[in-house]
């Protein structure tokens, strides 16, 4: 039992050693979002921008919450 | 279209949700007026997905277009689809988040949608206002008795005998157009009605049946009909107070001598980091069957609903848990975790 707990804890300082340094230094959002693919088509986090743009093409708003 | 990562600065009058969504959108006039929503949970593991598909997606977005398409005629339908009043604007008017938005690094001061969840729940319940409909928010179709097909959200893929949807006369293959007049994009906006419903109150519905109109009247059961899983929302982790109870299995039950439908609630966790029940005297595998004079709370939504509906805050519950074949008195005291 012992050593299952000491090598879960160095598995645990493996894991948090080999995390990004950015993810502790307040670096920008989308840095830190991996899984944020950023197309011509997306507006990223800025609303009066999407809906200016929804007034300029005359078209709907898809706001994505994730 | 627009991507939102977090709710800080977010306008809460505009954007309104079911907060606890892992993924949730927005359909929205270039005015700001709601559409539609699309995003339904049932809870976790493959329950997280189970109500969401691409063509589910694409369905609802075709039906918001035609939604774009009608607009402004059909601006008087869409009234029950906007936002309706909250407590607070912005998440930073909520002196919790905004503190939370002071903090220097990005992660930590990233309020979440779940978190504005919370904070109305938390607002609620310390000013003694806290509802049913605030703990079991946005009920599924199938607390109603419908099932829908997630690859196109708005058609009946099962009716339950007897509830609401069977007494309405609504069919498995129905497409639902509306509900209290208001158009259907997805099954989100089935929760939405659902979610602002009064209780006993009946809702017309509009649908389609091989081609042809049919209009019934949806009503609900009384009582809890709201009531359903919600483990996996985050928001409401905040009601287990410092432990997790599940209900006893009926070999157990029938071991210690638990009558059916009594309640006995084995204490299968107790939380490191919040030491409510930890200071009330509770310990893992005690098995809760009374709280105060109420032995009928059979499950943990039950229990939960119990506590914060009855409870105010500081206010001590009394507890009876069956410890080692004895039954113990625990006093376990209101508040909300984590504490400012």
Redesign the interface.
């Known amino acids: 039992m012992k050593r299952v707990c000491i090598a879960r804890g160095v598995l645990l300082a493996l894991i948090v050693l080999a995390l990004p340094a950015y993810?502790?230094d307040?670096?920008?959002?989308r840095t830190?979002?991996k899984d944020?693919e950023l197309g011509q088509?997306?507006?990223?986090?800025?609303?009066d921008a999407?809906?200016a743009r929804?007034?300029a093409t005359?078209?709907?708003?898809?706001?994505?919450?994730? | 279209?627009?991507?939102?990562?977090?709710m800080n600065g977010?306008?809460l009058s505009?954007?309104q949700?079911d907060y606890d969504?892992?993924?949730?959108?927005?359909?929205?006039?270039?005015?700001?007026t709601v559409?539609g929503r699309y995003?339904t949970r049932a809870g976790g593991g493959e329950q997280s997905t189970s109500h969401l598909s691409l063509a589910g997606l694409k369905n609802a977005?075709r039906r918001?277009?035609a939604v774009?398409a009608s607009y402004p005629a059909n601006r008087d339908e869409l009234r029950g689809k906007q936002p309706h009043r909250l407590p607070f604007r912005y998440p930073e008017d909520v002196p919790w988040l905004a503190r939370r938005t002071r903090h220097?690094?990005?992660?930590q001061s990233?309020v979440h949608?779940h978190m504005v969840a919370a904070s109305l729940i938390r607002y609620r319940w310390e000013r003694g206002e806290l509802r049913e409909q605030d703990i079991f928010v946005y009920p599924l179709p199938e607390n109603v008795g419908m099932q829908m097909d997630p690859e196109d959200d708005v058609r009946v893929r099962s009716v339950r005998p007897g509830s609401p949807a069977h007494k309405a006369g609504i069919r498995s293959g129905d497409y639902l157009v509306r509900i209290a007049g208001q158009p259907l994009v997805s099954q989100a906006d089935i929760q939405w009605v659902l979610h602002h419903a009064r209780d006993g109150e009946e809702l017309e519905v509009e649908l389609y049946r091989e081609g042809d109109l049919v209009r019934t009247h949806l009503g609900h059961p009384h009582g809890h009909w709201r009531r359903g899983n919600i483990h996996w929302r985050a928001s409401t982790w905040h009601l287990r107070p410092g432990m997790r109870v599940e209900a006893l299995a009926e070999e157990q039950r029938r071991r210690l001598r638990i009558p059916p439908g009594k309640m006995a609630l084995e204490v299968r966790m107790v939380l490191r980091f919040d030491d409510r029940a930890r200071r009330a005297g509770v310990r893992r595998g005690d098995v809760i069957i009374r709280v105060a004079d109420r032995d009928d709370l059979l499950t943990e939504e039950d229990f939960l609903a119990y506590l914060w509906l009855h409870y105010g805050p500081g206010q001590q519950v009394p507890l009876t848990v069956l410890r080692g074949g004895r039954q113990v008195r625990a006093i376990l005291t209101m508040r909300w975790h984590p504490p400012d």
């Open positions: 993810a502790q307040g670096g920008d959002l830190l979002l944020v088509s997306w507006v990223y986090d800025d609303v999407a809906f929804a007034k005359g078209k709907p708003v898809l706001a994505l919450f994730r | 279209m627009l991507r939102v990562v977090r977010l306008d505009r954007f949700f969504q892992t993924w949730a959108v927005l359909f929205l006039g270039p005015d700001g559409y995003g977005m918001a277009l774009h220097g690094d990005v992660r990233c949608c």
